[in-house]
Nanobody, 129 residues
Framework: QVQLVESGGGLVQAGGSLRLSCTGSGRTFITYTMGWFRQAPGKEREREFVGATNWNGESTYIVDSLRDRFTISKDNAENTVYLQMNSLRPEDTAVYYC????????????????????WGKGTLVTVSS
């Protein structure tokens, strides 16, 4: 298992930017595929896939609806994966979760919409209008 700790959430006005960070424990962090998901208020049963990066950060995927505003990156030297979010909208308000696939199950990162193995506790992003 790996421990994942998200940070960087907060309150931001519409149109603003935030960068979320997720730091993982252990030397094997560098081998994991990492992803970001989000869960909007009142949608406790719907955890939405945001995107993923392969183990070395050279392959990334962001869902179509967010691709022009969000970017995912991985820094193995820092054991950290980032989610850069620009031009934020009120509908981006959610708890954002970092997740890891310890087995690197899929080469097609889009398939991680089905979920991952290990999860952080989330960080809340609130976008005001």
């Amino acid at each position: 298992q790996v421990q994942l700790v998200e940070s960087g959430g907060g309150l931001v006005q519409a149109g603003g930017s935030l960068r979320l960070s997720c730091t993982g424990s252990g030397r094997t962090f560098i081998t994991y595929t990492m992803g970001w998901f989000r869960q909007a208020p009142g949608k406790e049963r719907e955890r939405e896939f945001v995107g993923a990066t392969n183990w070395n950060g050279e392959s990334t995927y962001i869902v179509d609806s967010l691709r022009d505003r969000f970017t995912i990156s991985k820094d193995n030297a820092e054991n950290t994966v980032y989610l850069q979010m620009n031009s934020l909208r009120p509908e981006d308000t959610a708890v954002y979760y970092c997740a890891a696939d310890l087995s690197n199950s899929y080469s097609d990162l889009e398939l991680y919409s089905y979920g991952m193995d290990s999860w952080g506790k989330g960080t809340l992003v609130t976008v005001s209008s």
